[in-house]
Structure formats: structure tokens, C-alpha cells
């Protein structure tokens, strides 16, 4: 029996999408967050968490993007025309929140609050099309030969509307999660009190997610409800509540990392309830990755730069997050 390089493309793109939610989801979330500390010098100190290693989080995002061009390029050509407004949005909010980054510590005081909104205004920008971005890829898109069928603004649903502002919820936990274990002092103590609000919306917006996948797509329905999927999916739910259980206790005892950890663990949790509701299809509703799959060679001759690439990514990456471990205080300069 030979290699399946449509089944390894898949797990290097999902673990690259993956990868990106956990780098670039906790960065994100401190710019939806940031409003809510309004004092320069705590915003200072929050943006010092991330500042040396935000731009290395998004090579995870160029690197699903690259794969699914390479390995299932009709997929590539579904997607991209399906979602091309709200991917274009995500991507003029990528731009404002890395400008923000790099001119707000040059601009002068008075000006300094321009950047402070398009970092704010970036960051939600990107999170709300990246959620609706999602619903409407779990959705399907319609398709007629090997081309998108469908109109521009397809993507625009209730569903697809309620996952940009559940997406909202998680990323600004997992930023407030990261402030509590980057930061300490009043701002730590500000960041615990916002966390414990965060989980409950989280909580209510799987939930909420959770019932209505099933309902807008009988074949999702039976997907999660047949075997043997109803063997992998059952345990999900519980899992859930006992890392919601768990993050809530981690806050109640004044944990540092703990509630990070525990809010990767339901990040990951929604993230597999994705693959269940549309494996093994590439593009739902109907397009399976073996159907979208370039030719074989195609997907061998890129899967060895992937897998030369890939180690290079995992070891900066490591490496730039020991370099920069520790607590940040306010007042620290800048990188």
C-alpha cells in the first residue's frame, strides 16, 4: 500500500492553521483587549508580551495557505473566490495591527492614539472575518464543475456572523490568559478579573455553536451522530467542561499559567469538533481531499521543502519564545 500524500497534506495544513490560531490568537486577543486598559504605560507593558515574536506567529498562516495552493489547489481556487471580501478584510486588519505595532512607540504623544485604534481596530477586524470566514467554510459553498458557483457575499449568514463574535471571545481569552502569565502586579490582577467574564462567553458561544452546526446541515448532523464518529466526538463535550472547570478553579487560585493551558486545551476542543463536522471534505459540502488533490508528483516534490521548512519554523519559533520567556513589568523598553 502506498503513501497517502493527500492524508499527510491534510494534517500539515490543519496543523498549520492550527499553529497560527494558538500563536496569532493570543496577540490578537491583547488588541481586542485593549480597551480595556486604557493607562499608556499598561498598554505599553501589554504590547512589550508580544512585541519580539508577533510577526513570527503568522508564518503558521502563510504556511496553510502555501500548503493548501500546493497540495489541493482546486481547493485553493474554491475557498479563495468563495471568501475573497472577508479574507481581503482580515488581511487590511493584519496590516493595521503590524503598522500599530512598530509606530506607535515612534509617534508622539498626541498622536500616539491614532495607533492605539487601528491596533485595536486591526486586531478586531482580522478575528471577526477570520470567525466568519469559518462559519461560512463550515457551511459550504456551492459548486458547479470545478468552479465556485456561488455569489460574493455568500459568506454573509447569521451563522457565519455569530462565529466571528465567538471568535472574538476566544482569542480575547486566550490574550487575557496570556497577560496573566506574562504580567503581574494591578495589571495582572486586571486581567484576572476580565478572564473570568471571557469564559463564560466562550463557554456560551461553543455552546451555542455546538447545537447549531448540526441544524444547518443534516449531512454534519449525521456526521456527528453516526458511527464511528459518535465514539471520537462523545468524550468532547465532557473534556470541555472539565477544562472550563479546571480554568475556572486555575483563576480562583491565583495560577499563573495554568489558565493559558487550559484555555489551549478548549481551543483545541472546538478545533477537533471542525475536523469531525466536515472530514473528509476539502471543500463541503461535497468535495472530499482526494477530489481536490493535485497530482501526486505535485504533492511529493513540495512535501520535501514542507518537511525541510517545517522543523526550521518549530525551531525558531521555540527558540524565540525561550529567549523572550519571563514576566514583562511596566516600564520595560521596548523588545
Not at 26 to 43: A, K, Q, S, V, W
Not at 73 to 101: C, D, E, K, N, T
Not at 155 to 180: D, H, K, M, Q, R
Amino acid at each position: 500500500m502506498g503513501i497517502d500524500l493527500s492524508i499527510i497534506w491534510a494534517i500539515i495544513i490543519l496543523f498549520g492553521i492550527m499553529m497560527y490560531i494558538v500563536m496569532d490568537g493570543f496577540d490578537l486577543g491583547i488588541g481586542i483587549l485593549y480597551p480595556c486598559f486604557p493607562d499608556r504605560h499598561e498598554r505599553d507593558a501589554i504590547m512589550n508580551t508580544v512585541a519580539p515574536v508577533w510577526d513570527g506567529n503568522e508564518t503558521w498562516l502563510v504556511l496553510g495557505g502555501a500548503g493548501l495552493l500546493a497540495a489541493f489547489p482546486f481547493a485553493y481556487a474554491v475557498i479563495l473566490s468563495a471568501l475573497y471580501l472577508p479574507l481581503i478584510f482580515m488581511l487590511v486588519g493584519l496590516v493595521f495591527r503590524g503598522v500599530a505595532f512598530e509606530f506607535r512607540f515612534k509617534a508622539l504623544d498626541h498622536e500616539r492614539h491614532f495607533w492605539d485604534k487601528a491596533f485595536i481596530g486591526g486586531s478586531v477586524a482580522a478575528t471577526f472575518f477570520q470567525g466568519v470566514s469559518l462559519g461560512a467554510y463550515i457551511q459550504g459553498f456551492p459548486i458547479h464543475g470545478r468552479a465556485f458557483a456561488g455569489g460574493p457575499l455568500d459568506w454573509i449568514s447569521p451563522f457565519a456572523l455569530f462565529c466571528g463574535a465567538g471568535l472574538l471571545a476566544a482569542y480575547a481569552l486566550l490574550g487575557s490568559t496570556w497577560l496573566i502569565m506574562k504580567t503581574e502586579g494591578a495589571l495582572q490582577e486586571h486581567a484576572y478579573r476580565i478572564t473570568r467574564h471571557l469564559v463564560w462567553a466562550l463557554l456560551a458561544a461553543i455552546a451555542v455553536i455546538s447545537i447549531w452546526t448540526p441544524l444547518i446541515d443534516a449531512r454534519i448532523a449525521a456526521r456527528w451522530f453516526s458511527f464511528p464518529n459518535l465514539l471520537w466526538f462523545a468524550p468532547v463535550p465532557l473534556l470541555v467542561a472539565v477544562c472550563a472547570w479546571r480554568l475556572l478553579r486555575a483563576l480562583g487560585g491565583r495560577k499563573d499559567r495554568q489558565p493559558f493551558i487550559y484555555t489551549l486545551a478548549l481551543i483545541f476542543l472546538g478545533y477537533t469538533g471542525l475536523g469531525i463536522s466536515v472530514w473528509p471534505h476539502i471543500v463541503p459540502p461535497e468535495i472530499s481531499i482526494w477530489q481536490a488533490a493535485a497530482p501526486s508528483q505535485s504533492q511529493g516534490f513540495a512535501l520535501v521543502g514542507a518537511l525541510l521548512v517545517i522543523p526550521v519554523i518549530l525551531a525558531y519559533t521555540v527558540w524565540s519564545y525561550y529567549v523572550f520567556r519571563g514576566k514583562v513589568r511596566i516600564g520595560d523598553g521596548y523588545h
